[in-house]
């Protein structure tokens, strides 16, 4: 009798495809397409009374699917369990086993930290059992996730708006998004001053530079006008010298390779790729991509870990591949190993590439534009991270009159280092640039050129972003590194937070949702909490907590608080208050407010009925109009022609009635918060997926970028002055309308041939139809003459 084939079922096709070419013919390998059976949407489907027994239902819609394992597994030999190497997957496989019937005998459960030829065939070698543990965890923060969710959503329906719904970790995400705002808004701008000298060597042409005050022994505040001025009057009356001169040689070491909370930061900054879908792009490159000559090759490592581990084959490949396309002083004396923080569970790898040999831009022709910038990211950073040290050559000067200090520094790259690969991207603004300071000596004289003193402001903290917002997460304990990205999605979706550019803003609802929640459920938004109940799920997984356990005693309070609060809101609606805009309804005036509707959020009018005034909603974005200094906006509009929707940039006072204040500032590019560092301007990029440039649009700015060289840039016709090549270059454009022409004189000539043979034809059908009604007449009237003479005939007869 002939083996039995193994079956071996992943969780997605291009999974099964990749798999399927590493194992050969023995195999038949088959996808689930994620999740088979689940808790039912329709009810709780959690008996808690019983001790928290879910009631699993396979998923609609995957009979077939579910039918065809069914038969696969009952025909096959050995059935391997191969699903992602996580909680999640460790229940899709144990979900498989209960729902196929498949027994214990014929079961064997294998994870692919990378889906490469060597770690499949290996795993397969050595399969284990369905971990029990892993499998509780996940029931554990499934069903605590359905409680929360099912018991506390009806009662923000009831009291607030239907639609709502609450969870553990995005209910505290809100939380946060929302006392930012709050921190803003309370936030009491302090005045300070800074003073800057414009010094020179005393001969002239040997070099001129500018410091900054710094204080006298120690750093000094300068909080209004008068102590400015009292500083520049002592300043003016005495001279300048070079107090200190201090030369050193700084060095940087690179990042560590990415976890899944870096990754998705790193691709926000630098991609502006959100969360969800970094780690649909990631899930792709992970599961395997058509290479030319190689077929489907898994390119990265798992991409849900917040491990910084990394193995000694990977660390040794980078090794020779550094020292090989590199040199040897680009590789460390020692191999950088790198320690996980302490809540890490330390399951997987770090991401890396699966073979640093698979240069990003060598296979790029294979990749999608989204792929292959996201590989490229993940593979220089791996990269770049056993590489050496950067250096640079630091200088600090330290200027001094009547016992101030005037501070000057500026470093230079020495040797590059692990920067000829990659250097991380940072949330916050990056430090002003420095001009390079001439060869000063200490004790040297300085003549001052100016002196200037400027007003500044303390600053508000920044919004969160999402790469900020995931990292505010991750330093609390909150989530897991499959949660962060479906935590934002949610938010986003029910509209508790919005996304202006980069930022995250709480709506009203989300507001007012999260005031209900820290006033009546505080365990469920704090952060403390959270924490905890995240590091207890971590002891299931261990085998230290059972499962059930930890839902009864969560549920014990749970239960109280709740029933506690639908009795003190007993017939009472909380109102949520509408956003309003500072956009006016040119129909009756008032500030417009901020709607939802089935395609999203709009402006309308707060005077409906009688005032039906509706727009599409206005963003504000950074910076300042160039022309007037309003603010700019971010607005759309529909094609006449084609009906579909542009987005465009312009000033505020845009088609304002103010005729004295009226702008016609108007563009497609988009503005940043970065200004101009040589004239002050705003600055503007080209719109777009990807990161993009940012240039000066100042045509009086040294600093000014010209279209052509802006990118996506096409050149216009020249509507000059013909001069004889112009009109050379415009001869095939004559030919080019010269064949227009005839063909459509052709085309109307075609068209009049056609009209005259209708008219002809439609002509004989009508003298035909005429002739034949004429002929059938004439027979008629025969006809009933012969009838008639027969009738006489037959009459005489008688």
Same mark, same amino acid.
């Given at each position: 009798?002939?083996?039995?084939?193994?079956?071996?079922?992943?969780?997605? *096709?291009?999974?099964?495809?990749?798999?399927?070419?590493?194992?050969? *013919?023995?195999?038949?390998?088959?996808?689930?397409?994620?999740?088979?059976?689940?808790?039912?949407?329709?009810?709780?489907?959690?008996?808690?009374?019983?001790?928290?027994?879910?009631?699993?239902?396979?998923?609609?819609?995957?009979? =077939?699917?579910?039918?065809?394992?069914?038969?696969?597994?009952?025909?096959?030999?050995?059935?391997?369990?191969?699903?992602?190497?996580?909680? @999640?997957?460790?229940?899709?496989?144990?979900?498989?086993?209960?729902?196929?019937?498949?027994? =214990?005998?014929?079961?064997?459960?294998?994870?692919?930290?990378?889906?490469?030829?060597?770690?499949?065939?290996?795993?397969?070698?050595?399969?284990?059992? $369905?971990?029990?543990?892993?499998?509780?965890?996940?029931?554990?923060?499934? $069903?605590? =996730?359905?409680?929360?969710?099912?018991?506390?959503?009806?009662?923000?329906?009831?009291?607030?708006?239907?639609?709502?719904?609450?969870?553990?970790?995005?209910?505290?995400?809100?939380? !946060?998004?929302?006392?930012?705002?709050?921190?803003?808004?309370?936030?009491?701008?302090?005045?300070?001053?800074? +003073?800057?000298? =414009?010094?020179?060597?005393?001969?002239?042409?040997?070099?001129?530079?500018?410091?900054?005050?710094?204080?006298?022994?120690?750093?000094?505040?300068?909080?209004?006008?008068?102590?400015? @001025?009292?500083?520049?009057?002592?300043?003016?009356?005495?001279?300048?010298?070079?107090?200190?001169?201090?030369?050193?040689?700084?060095?940087? /070491?690179?990042?560590?390779?990415?976890?899944?909370?870096?990754?998705?930061?790193?691709?926000?900054?630098?991609?502006?790729?959100?969360?969800?879908?970094?780690?649909?792009?990631?899930?792709?490159?992970?599961?395997?991509?058509?290479?030319?000559?190689?077929?489907?090759?898994?390119?990265?490592?798992?991409?849900?870990?917040?491990?910084?581990?990394?193995?000694?084959?990977?660390?040794?490949?980078?090794?020779?591949?550094?020292?090989?396309?590199?040199?040897?002083?680009?590789?460390?004396?020692?191999?950088?190993?790198?320690?996980?923080?302490?809540?890490?569970?330390?399951?997987?790898?770090? +991401?890396?590439?699966?073979?640093?040999?698979?240069?990003?831009?060598?296979?790029?022709?294979?990749?999608?534009?989204?792929?292959?910038? !996201?590989?490229?990211?993940?593979?220089?950073?791996?990269?770049?991270?056993?590489?050496?040290?950067?250096?640079?050559?630091?200088?600090?000067?330290?200027?001094?009159?009547?016992?101030?200090?005037?501070?000057?520094?500026?470093?230079? !790259?020495?040797?590059?280092?692990?920067?000829?690969?990659?250097?991380?991207?940072?949330?916050?603004?990056?430090?002003?640039?420095?001009?390079?300071?001439?060869?000063?000596?200490?004790?040297?004289?300085?003549?001052?050129?100016?002196?200037?003193?400027?007003?500044?402001?303390? /600053?508000?903290?920044?919004?969160?972003?999402?790469?900020?917002?995931?990292?505010?997460?991750?330093?609390?304990? +909150?989530?897991?590194?499959?949660?962060?990205?479906?935590?934002?999605?949610? +938010?986003?979706?029910?509209?508790?937070?919005?996304?202006?550019? %980069?930022? !995250?803003?709480?709506?009203?609802?989300?507001?007012?949702?999260?005031?209900?929640?820290?006033?009546?459920?505080?365990?469920?938004?704090?952060?403390?909490?959270?924490?905890?109940?995240?590091?207890?799920?971590?002891?299931?997984?261990?085998?230290?907590?059972?499962?059930?356990?930890?839902?009864?005693?969560?549920?014990?309070?749970?239960?109280?608080?709740?029933?506690?609060?639908?009795?003190?809101?007993?017939?009472?609606?909380?109102?949520?208050?509408?956003?309003?805009? @500072?956009?006016?309804?040119?129909?009756?005036?008032?500030?417009?407010?901020?709607?939802?509707?089935?395609?999203?959020?709009?402006?309308?009018?707060?005077?409906?009925?009688?005032?039906?005034?509706?727009? *599409?909603?206005?963003?504000?974005?950074?910076?300042?109009?160039?022309?007037?200094?309003?603010?700019?906006?971010?607005?759309?509009?529909?094609?006449?022609?084609?009906? %579909?929707?542009? &987005?465009?940039?312009?000033?505020?006072?845009?088609?304002?009635?103010?005729?004295?204040?009226?702008?016609?500032?108007?563009?497609?590019?988009?503005?940043?918060?970065?200004?101009?560092?040589?004239?002050?301007?705003?600055?503007?990029?080209?719109?777009?997926?990807?990161?993009?440039?940012?240039?000066?649009?100042?045509?009086?700015?040294?600093?000014?970028?010209?279209?052509?060289?802006?990118?996506?840039?096409?050149?216009?016709?020249?509507?000059?002055?013909?001069?004889?090549?112009?009109?050379?270059?415009?001869?095939?454009?004559? %030919?080019? &309308?010269?064949?227009?022409?005839?063909?459509? #004189?052709?085309?109307?000539?075609?068209?009049?041939?056609?009209?005259?043979? &209708?008219?002809?034809?439609?002509?004989?059908?009508?003298?035909?139809?005429?002739?034949?009604?004429?002929?059938?007449?004439?027979?008629?009237?025969?006809?009933?003459?012969? #009838?008639?003479?027969?009738?006489?005939?037959?009459?005489?007869?008688?």
């Amino acid at each position: 009798m002939p083996n039995k084939t193994d079956l071996v079922i992943v969780e997605s *096709p291009s999974k099964a495809k990749t798999i399927g070419k590493y194992l050969g *013919p023995g195999y038949e390998v088959k996808a689930s397409m994620g999740h088979v059976r689940d808790l039912p949407k329709s009810k709780l489907g959690v008996d808690i009374e019983k001790g928290f027994v879910p009631d699993y239902q396979p998923i609609k819609g995957k009979e =077939d699917v579910i039918s065809d394992l069914k038969k696969a597994a009952k025909k096959s030999g050995r059935v391997y369990l191969a699903t992602d190497p996580d909680r @999640e997957g460790e229940a899709i496989s144990w979900h498989l086993k209960e729902l196929l019937g498949i027994p =214990d005998d014929k079961t064997y459960r294998v994870t692919f930290n990378e889906i490469t030829r060597n770690v499949v065939n290996q795993s397969i070698a050595a399969p284990r059992a $369905i971990d029990q543990d892993l499998v509780d965890a996940q029931q554990a923060r499934r $069903i605590l =996730d359905r409680i929360v969710g099912y018991e506390l959503s009806p009662l923000l329906w009831k009291k607030i708006r239907r639609g709502l719904s609450a969870g553990r970790v995005q209910s505290v995400a809100t939380r !946060l998004v929302v006392e930012r705002e709050e921190e803003i808004r309370a936030f009491v701008p302090q005045e300070y001053w800074s +003073i800057e000298a =414009d010094l020179a060597r005393v001969a002239p042409n040997l070099g001129s530079f500018k410091a900054q005050f710094h204080g006298r022994d120690k750093k000094m505040e300068l909080h209004s006008r008068e102590e400015a @001025e009292q500083v520049l009057a002592t300043v003016w009356q005495g001279s300048f010298s070079v107090a200190k001169v201090k030369r050193q040689e700084k060095s940087r /070491q690179p990042a560590p390779p990415f976890t899944t909370s870096t990754l998705q930061q790193e691709a926000s900054r630098k991609l502006n790729m959100s969360p969800a879908r970094t780690m649909s792009i990631a899930q792709q490159l992970y599961e395997g991509v058509e290479l030319s000559g190689q077929g489907a090759v898994g390119l990265i490592t798992y991409m849900r870990t917040d491990s910084l581990r990394l193995s000694e084959e990977a660390l040794a490949a980078a090794k020779d591949f550094i020292l090989h396309r590199y040199g040897g002083e680009y590789y460390p004396a020692q191999t950088r190993r790198f320690k996980a923080k302490g809540n890490a569970q330390d399951a997987h790898e770090a +991401i890396r590439p699966s073979d640093v040999t698979l240069v990003p831009d060598e296979i790029k022709k294979d990749l999608t534009s989204e792929q292959y910038k !996201l590989y490229k990211l993940i593979w220089s950073r791996f990269l770049s991270c056993q590489m050496a040290n950067a250096v640079y050559d630091s200088l600090s000067i330290d200027v001094e009159n009547s016992g101030y200090i005037f501070r000057a520094s500026h470093s230079s !790259l020495k040797f590059s280092g692990f920067t000829a690969v990659y250097e991380e991207g940072k949330d916050e603004d990056e430090e002003e640039k420095t001009s390079p300071l001439p060869d000063l000596k200490e004790g040297e004289p300085l003549d001052c050129r100016g002196l200037k003193e400027d007003q500044h402001f303390t /600053q508000p903290p920044a919004r969160y972003s999402e790469a900020s917002l995931i990292r505010a997460l991750e330093e609390k304990g +909150i989530g897991r590194p499959s949660t962060y990205a479906p935590t934002i999605t949610t +938010i986003l979706n029910r509209e508790y937070v919005v996304k202006e550019g %980069k930022a !995250l803003r709480p709506t009203p609802l989300g507001e007012v949702v999260t005031g209900l929640m820290k006033d009546k459920f505080n365990d469920i938004v704090d952060y403390a909490f959270t924490a905890q109940m995240e590091e207890r799920l971590d002891k299931v997984e261990e085998g230290d907590v059972n499962w059930k356990a930890l839902l009864n005693d969560f549920y014990g309070d749970f239960s109280a608080e709740l029933h506690k609060a639908e009795q003190e809101l007993d017939g009472e609606r909380i109102k949520v208050p509408d956003e309003v805009s @500072e956009e006016i309804c040119p129909q009756c005036g008032r500030n417009l407010v901020v709607k939802s509707g089935r395609f999203g959020r709009f402006l309308a009018c707060p005077g409906w009925p009688e005032c039906d005034f509706t727009m *599409p909603l206005v963003v504000e974005m950074p910076g300042k109009c160039p022309k007037c200094g309003g603010r700019l906006l971010k607005r759309t509009g529909k094609s006449k022609k084609t009906g %579909k929707q542009y &987005t465009y940039y312009c000033c505020e006072w845009v088609n304002s009635k103010d005729e004295a204040r009226k702008c016609d500032f108007m563009t497609w590019d988009v503005p940043v918060k970065d200004n101009c560092p040589v004239c002050g301007w705003t600055m503007f990029k080209k719109p777009g997926k990807g990161a993009k440039k940012p240039y000066c649009i100042n045509e009086v700015c040294s600093n000014f970028t010209p279209e052509e060289k802006r990118g996506g840039w096409k050149p216009k016709p020249a509507d000059s002055a013909d001069t004889g090549e112009e009109k050379a270059e415009k001869k095939p454009a004559a %030919k080019k &309308t010269a064949a227009k022409k005839t063909a459509a #004189t052709k085309t109307a000539t075609a068209k009049k041939t056609a009209a005259t043979k &209708t008219a002809t034809a439609k002509k004989t059908a009508a003298t035909k139809t005429a002739t034949a009604k004429k002929t059938a007449a004439k027979k008629t009237t025969t006809a009933k003459k012969s #009838t008639a003479k027969k009738s006489g005939a037959e009459k005489a007869e008688g």
